[in-house]
């Protein structure tokens, strides 16, 4: 696993200047994760997606006159039990904002909100009553509208950290990319992370904010590989170490063309590239059975 991981940033670094995957291994690092589209990373979750596709279930299954259903300024929606209205203050578990409140009055937030099933919702426990300090309230039909904003891009560049159990799901999906060119291109970002860390061009506090908290770069590589392997397998591919003996050359070929990832575009026809040669090399692979 390791020596693969080494043979890429050895492959990578040895490339001509102007690219991408080179400059993660220089001082110019931490400028190039920033300022690019990075191929193979997850999306920033959207936390108001979530909301809106949990919620509804939620106002079904549970009794709205007692519980509360809020949202944070991010997205994340929590609930209050037993009464509604919040006790305690505490932080957003993604963004670190505050949430809840004290002696039911909840903190306020940009968009710091709670959402109530339907009009009648808000009219049975009499909540227009109380004005609780400007807090914003909005029912759930106000609530899809307002946040059709919210859904349009999650694009972001740079590396966003996101949990540790999104980052090992098996079955997520990013963007178009398959689950092997997804851990293939994961296993070698991270790679270069890993190693430019070690050569002294990122710092330790620099990585941390790429990586699932409470992980290390190491354990993020090693993580890719089990999975990458475990994809690889279930396309009857058993030896991950001769497929990426057979795709390295070409894909070298495919990072060469690429100086930076400026553009969400660019990202997506890379990202496109890789998918196309992953299944071309399966197949060849597949035909002469290695
Ligand atoms: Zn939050």
């Known amino acids: 696993m390791l020596l693969y991981s080494y043979k890429f940033c050895i492959l990578l670094s040895e490339l001509k200047n102007n690219n991408f995957y080179k400059y993660i291994l220089t001082n110019e690092s931490i400028n190039y994760i920033n300022n690019n589209y990075i191929p193979g990373v997850d999306s ?42 919040p006790t305690t203050i505490g932080n957003c578990p993604k963004c670190g904002e505050q949430i809840g409140g004290t002696g039911h009055m909840p903190v306020i937030g940009e968009y710091h909100m709670r959402i109530f099933k339907d009009q009648q919702n808000i009219d049975n426990i009499n909540y227009n009553f ?65 190693f430019s860390n070690i050569l002294g061009f990122l710092t330790e506090q ?48 495919l990072i060469k063309q690429y100086e930076n990832f400026e553009t969400i575009e660019k990202r997506n026809e890379f990202e496109e590239k890789i998918n196309t040669l992953v299944d071309k090399i399966y197949k060849k692979k597949k035909n002469s059975r290695i």
């Open 44 to 85: 920033k979750p959207n936390y108001y997606e979530i909301a809106l596709r949990e919620l509804p279930n939620w106002f079904n299954s549970n009794n709205v006159n007692t519980n509360g259903a809020y949202v944070c300024s991010c997205g994340y929606w929590y609930t209050v039990p037993p009464c509604g209205y």
């Open 130 to 194: 109380y004005t609780y300090n400007g807090f914003k309230y909005m029912i759930f039909d106000d609530f899809k509208v307002f946040c059709q904003d919210k859904l349009k891009s999650n694009e972001i560049k740079g590396i966003y950290s996101i949990d540790y159990d999104l980052f090992i799901n098996e079955t997520k999906e990013v963007r178009k990319l398959s689950t092997i060119s997804y851990r293939l291109l994961n296993f070698i970002i991270y790679s270069c992370i890993h």
């Open 206 to 253: 620099q990585v941390e904010k790429f990586i699932p908290p409470f992980t290390t770069s190491f354990q993020i590589i090693e993580e890719d590989w089990n999975l990458l392997k475990k994809a690889l397998f279930d396309k009857e591919i058993q030896n991950p170490q001769i497929f990426l003996n057979v795709i390295i050359p070409e894909l070298l070929e």
